[in-house]
């Protein structure tokens, strides 16, 4: 069994004994540097990606094997690339950019099997009369028609 699938067999493994971590990134590189990017249905906290890098270095035999390992939760930032991570966040503002190039900005008040919902409130002008009125606005997105989606931070 070649490096890299001994790291993928073996992560998966730990992943099964933490069930509310799941993995969101993995790169390894030909100089056997091992990024492993996490994240949980709640949070991911120090404690966890200690564990699992111990159980990971455990597991790899260094004398066998020089690598380096990584292991981190998904920052704030990060693209959410999963339905999973999506219920993290319902209520929270996204920016999702569609794969037709538009972007929404908007509250995640619904995440369906196919789909997630953004709500939104925005000023149109009047259909009768002079001035503007805040309308809501809402929009269902598929998952397939995603490019990127990612939480955007108040300050």
């Known amino acids: 069994m070649n490096f890299n699938q001994k790291v993928e067999d073996f992560l998966s493994l730990v992943l099964k004994q933490h069930s509310n971590i799941f993995l969101v990134d993995l790169k390894i590189s030909n100089d056997k540097s ?3 990017i996490l994240d949980a249905d709640k949070e991911v906290n120090v404690k966890d990606c200690i564990d699992i890098s111990r159980s990971m ?3 790899l035999d260094r004398d066998q094997e020089d690598f380096s390992l990584e292991v ?3 920052g704030v930032g990060s693209p959410l690339k999963f339905p999973r991570q ?3 966040n319902l209520g929270r503002k996204l920016e999702v950019i569609s794969t037709e190039g538009l972007k929404f900005e908007g509250d995640l008040t619904h995440v369906k099997e196919d789909a997630i919902e953004l709500q939104w409130k ?5 259909r009768i009369g002079k001035g503007k009125v805040t309308v809501t606005k809402k929009k269902t997105i598929l998952f397939d028609e995603i490019s990127q989606a990612k939480v955007m931070i108040k300050f």
């Open 122 to 126: 925005q000023r149109e002008t009047k």
């Open 72 to 74: 981190a939760s998904a």
């Open 86 to 88: 999506y219920h993290k």
């Open 57 to 59: 270095e455990g597991a």
């Open 34 to 36: 091992i990024k492993i």
